[in-house]
């Protein structure tokens, strides 16, 4: 495997991972949290966000390096728009995470947040697509 496949792997299988986790999150686990009790809500939401983050973690950080490293390779200006599509959608999760820290957090704002993140990484999937380097 050459350096720009090995890359564009892991830019591509990161995004794709991460928009998937993020969409399931966003769609289903919070949905699923809201059926519990309400004094259950938040520990159940907490715990399923929680085994998710090592995934993401993973998925981010491989979603960079490739994203890093095409840009530095290609030096195109599709590069580095998917750049800053992702770091838009890592400042988004870590704004998820501080709304949620907040005592008590503020779920409303958290929900609208989680939703930019998928969208966000949908246009960087899109745009890795459409880009031929």
């Known amino acids: 495997m050459d350096r720009t496949t090995a890359l564009r792997t892991l830019r591509d299988v990161g995004a794709a991972a991460w928009f998937g986790g993020s969409l399931m999150g966003a769609s289903g686990l ?16 907490s715990a399923g966000w929680a085994r998710w983050n ?9 979603h960079l390096v490739g994203s890093v490293g ?6 195109s200006r599709g590069s580095v728009v998917g750049l800053g599509l992702t770091t838009a959608a890592l400042g988004a999760t870590v704004g998820t995470a501080k709304l949620g820290a907040g005592d008590p957090p503020n779920t409303d704002a958290i929900h ?3 939703w930019a993140i998928p969208a966000l990484l949908a246009a960087v999937v ?6 031929s380097n």
């Open 54 to 62: 090592p995934i993401f973690r993973a998925a981010a950080l491989s």
């Open 70 to 75: 095409m840009a530095a390779s290609t030096r």
């Open 126 to 131: 899109v745009l890795g697509a459409r880009r």
């Open 30 to 45: 919070n949905a699923a949290a809201d059926e519990v009790d309400p004094a259950d809500r938040n520990r159940v939401a």
């Open 112 to 114: 609208k947040v989680e």
